[in-house]
């Protein structure tokens, strides 16, 4: 009974998710090392292992980021100005772009390419497993005030303050960065005209 009930319950997570992309298992939202300790093994580092996080460790990692943490209405582990929740978060890997879908818990396939190099100016970028990349949707970004900017740049911040703690109870290496070509990342990740990039992170396991 336990079974058909699971199965059952997988079918439905999974309608609507394409072949291609990941549906994670559920975020382990239980345990991880006292606040405090976070807090004071929080730092950037810029050397990263080849190694790949695994689907539970994205899993765990997006939802302390930027998942829903009360189910009744939709809000999410970072706060956002009105509460309007336009940060997409866009993850590179090496499988390929994919945006964090926080209703499925899933990443969704933007493109198959392997655009991690991309994301950022810097060398150590190409090798984190995880790129992070920031950005804020609106109608029209071109048309943006100078506060609408502003809270763009506060609500990434909020969200990449969270994978910074994740990244100091789990001993992944991990570091936000401004340095990115948005021009480039613009066309490279299909943004359109509604969407700009304002802030990047690198993530991984640290290098040996
Ligand atoms: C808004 C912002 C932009 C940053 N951009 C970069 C960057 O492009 N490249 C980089 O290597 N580090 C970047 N950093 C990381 C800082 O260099 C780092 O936080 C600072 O040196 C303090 O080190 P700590 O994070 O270990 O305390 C950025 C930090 C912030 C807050």
Known sequence: MRSIFLI???????IGLQAQDISFPAPQIEG???LMEAFSKRQSAR????KSLSNQMLSNLLWAAWG??????????APSSHNEQNTVLYCALVEGLYIYDAQN???????????RAETGTQDYVKSASLNLVYVAKGDSAANWG??????????????????????ASE????????????????????LGTDKVSVLAQSVGFPAE
Do not use: W
């Open 8 to 14: 059952i319950s997988s079918l439905i997570i999974n």
């Open 32 to 34: 991880g090392m006292p």
């Open 47 to 50: 050397s990263f292992s080849e």
């Open 68 to 77: 829903i943490n009360r189910s009744e209405d939709g809000k999410r582990t």
């Open 105 to 115: 818990h899933s990443l969704v396939l933007v493109t198959k390419k392997d655009i």
């Open 146 to 167: 100078e506060a609408r900017i502003n809270a763009a740049c506060v609500n990434a911040a909020f969200i990449a303050q969270n994978v910074y703690l994740f990244c």
């Open 171 to 190: 001993g992944l290496a991990c570091v936000v960065r401004g340095s990115f070509d948005g021009k480039k990342l613009q066309e490279i990740m299909q």
